[in-house]
Every structure is written in C-alpha cells, then in structure tokens.
C-alpha cells in the first residue's frame, strides 16, 4: 500500500534520490530543506512516514523530530544518516525516531525502511 511520504533533506540532490527511489511505490507528498520547514509541512500536509535527515541548518532533523513527535506522538520518522553518525542515531531514537536508512541509499533498504514503520502503526 502507497504512503504518504514528506522527504525532508537540506541537500536537493538528496531529495530527488529519495524521490526517485520512493517514485511508483509510494507518495511523496513534499519536501522540506530544514527543520522548521519540516515541523510546518508535516502539520499542513500530514504524510504518514517522514524521511528525516540529521544534520541541517536552521533546526536538526533530531530537533525536528522531537517536535513532531510532540504534535503528534503516532508520527512515523525515519532518520537519514550517513555512516559513522552512530551518536547522532542515539540522539534520533531518544526523539522519537521510528527506523533510520544510511547514506548512500538503496532503494530495497529506503523501501524496507519504510514498510517496516508503516507495519509498527497497524
């Protein structure tokens, strides 16, 4: 089943990877480059997974994933990492972070990622 997904990358390439990836299996409903962009769309557009990155400017995606967590304890976030930010990964699940996918992405490992929380709601 297609889900709703906000990609949420302060780095446009990455955005379009992950769309390209998500394209035919699921929505990708917006995208944000920061945090406070990330916390406004999930309000107005409520995806059902968002694909966080850690590291951006303005407000982190760990930041970001706590206040979306707080507005709305059933989101599903999934945090972007590259590898070797084992510490920031920590950080991302005592915010609330649901799954996280490593940097650089493969579409199974994207698609699992997201399944899995989508099967964690139901």
Known sequence: MAS????????????NLLKQLL????EVVG?????????????ELEPDVVTMDVVMPIRNGIE?????K???????VIMCTSVGQEEKMRE?????ADGYITKPFQKPN???AIAD???AEA
Not at 64 to 68: D, F, L
Not at 70 to 76: H, I, T
């Open 31 to 43: 995208e944000a480059e920061n945090g406070v962009e990330a916390v406004e769309l999930y309000r």
């Open 23 to 26: 394209e035919g299996e699921h």
């Open 64 to 68: 970001a994933t706590s206040e979306i």
């Open 110 to 112: 994207v698609l699992q």
């Open 92 to 96: 991302a699940v005592e915010a609330g």
């Open 117 to 119: 929380v989508i099967q």
């Open 4 to 15: 709703k997904v906000l990609v949420v990358d302060d780095s446009a390439f990455m955005r």
């Open 70 to 76: 707080s507005l709305d304890a059933g989101a599903s």
